[in-house]
């Protein structure tokens, strides 16, 4: 249950696999949970033959979007796939399946793909919104396309959708929708959009666009979005907005004195408590100084490139790919040198503490993967596929793991893509299940809710929730 990374001799150990190592790495413990060329639970009777970024939802559980070797596309929940692109014929036909979807606690989910051609989102319940489509609630506005579908714990939709004057229009702007109830279309609600009106201070002006990146918590009590400043030049148009309040723009100082401004803001998280995490890269005063990339937490950068946290140097190239929050305030963030494949990287737990800040590498580039426990390697992490560029990369649950997408060299040079799961540093108790640091009513209602099934609360490995586990977590019990 628990992150191992210790210092092991590989000669024996890559003469067995035929992978060319160095001489010491870290061994990690960790879940593989699907696989390019693996099995598909609950497909067509074909392996899995692409894979995209997982998410994670409020019992633990990992949901992600992929392809099947036979072509079809599919929904992943839990442990299985639960929907095909080729579920919804005769009526529709469905292609395609964007990276970014998301998962509830009572197992509805969310993906974008194309309807009979046409750019669209779906859940469990079928068609949300189809491009040429009106938008619900507004006058005169059709949807252009839908991408970027995220589903917050009680199955509130969310998505990015193009602004068009007429079905089949072109996008004149772009719209950040929100659905209350995803069996009923009609609940979908335009939040914010091209053209509405922002203020800021005593300043007014209006919405240019919306940024792909954003971020809901698991509550929709608050949300965090990066739009445009309309009209402005393009050094000092992307701003962050969060619960409708502007917060920090580019252009403006990262704070007085530092001799850095912000530049263009790469993505955002947000948690329950409102805590927000944005990240991108930083540009000096100085023109001759190249940018720096930089983590913030609540408006102050708390990691930059040329720091040094959890025994990795972010020397210069180094790049922040994307980060999240959870409702603990632990951050989770991916770091990686420049080059494709990069020949470094490394992924950390972030703490805060009243000393400060404390960072743990979790996995790095080169580390050792031991898939089944047995203290021997399984493979080697060659990269973190993760990229702002798709969406969010990192399935973070408020429990003491964290889902990432890896590429795994292992024997005779094979690489293959690869969702799994880590334990984060630090955690005493594999009944902790939110990883708040105990072990009480919140952990047995996770597992309660999980009760004859597989996933977090399965503590015993045996496949089901059980009273089996119910003894581990009573064992466990806080006093």
Known sequence: ????????????????????????????????????????????????????????????????????????????????IVWLNSDALPGSVLTGSESTMGISNLGGWIYSCNDDGEDSVWTQEGLLLRETEPIPGETLVWSSFNSRPRMTCDGEAFWV???????????????FMQCLDPADPASSQLL???????????????????????????????????????????????FIWLDGVPRERQGD????????SWDQFRGVGVNDEGRLIFF?????????????????????????EGDSIGGVELSDGFGIRW??????????????????????????????????????AIVEIGDELDFDGDGIADGVVVDFEVSSVVGPAIGLPDQPWVFLPVEVEAAKGETYSAIVRFPLPGTDSPADLNGDGQVNGADLSILLAAWGGGGIADLNGDGVVDGADLAILLADWSN
């Open 323 to 360: 980060a999240e929050i959870d409702d603990a305030d632990r951050i989770v963030h991916v770091w990686e040198a420049s080059g494709f494949p990069p020949t470094a990287g490394a992924t950390f737990l972030t703490s805060e503490t009243e000393e400060g800040f404390e960072h743990v």
């Open 192 to 238: 914010i959009g091209t053209g509405d009106p922002v203020e800021d201070g005593d300043v007014f002006f209006e919405i240019g666009s919306i940024g792909f990146a954003y971020d809901v918590s698991g509550s929709t009590e608050h949300i965090a979005l990066i739009p445009r400043v309309a009209g402005a030049p393009p050094a000092t148009d992307d």
């Open 1 to 80: 249950m628990f992150a191992i990374r210790s210092s092991v001799l590989l000669s024996s150990l890559a003469l067995g696999l035929g992978i060319a190592l160095p001489s010491t790495a870290d061994l990690v413990e960790a879940e593989l949970l699907a696989r390019e060329g693996g099995p598909a639970p609950g497909g067509d009777g074909t392996t899995i033959s692409a894979l995209n970024a997982p998410f994670a939802n409020g019992l633990g559980q990992v949901g992600f979007t992929g392809t099947l070797a036979s072509g079809d596309r599919f929904v992943w929940l839990g442990d299985e």
């Open 253 to 260: 100082p990262t704070s007085p004195g530092s001799g850095l």
């Open 280 to 304: 991108g890269p930083a540009e000096p005063d100085d023109p001759k100084i190249p940018d720096i990339e930089y983590l913030a937490l609540d408006g102050e950068i708390i990691v930059r």
């Open 161 to 175: 959708t193009g602004l068009a004057a007429s079905s089949g229009g072109g996008t004149y702007g772009r719209g």
